[in-house]
Every structure is written in structure tokens, then in C-alpha cells.
């Protein structure tokens, strides 16, 4: 089963990026830090989705 890796980490680099990777169920990383050049280099390779610098709030908002 797929599914979207969230990380609050101030920068995602390429041993994290591969320790991510190495799950092999990961189809989205979204972070509330930045992601370095090689990290974003292996998330392409992987076919894996990124999006960085997200509001931390993004992700504690609720909707009642």
C-alpha cells in the first residue's frame, strides 16, 4: 500500500531521501523544511511526488 510520507524536519538530504526510498511504499514526501538538490535527484529517480517548505499549520488545521 502507497502512502504519503509528512516530515517536520528543517532539511530532507539524500541519506534520509534514501532511507525513504528504501521503504518502497512511499508515493509523496511533503515537508514543513526544505529538501536538498541530490534528495530531490533520487525522489525523481524513484518517481516519488515532493513539495517542501509547507506551514507546519497546513497539517494541524482541522475542519469541523
Sequence with gaps: MLYIEIKTRKQIDSTLARKIVNKGCVSAVL???KITKP???LFDEYDIAYAENIPENIFTKSEA
Design 31 to 33: 515537508t514543513t523544511g
Design 39 to 41: 534528495a530531490k535527484k
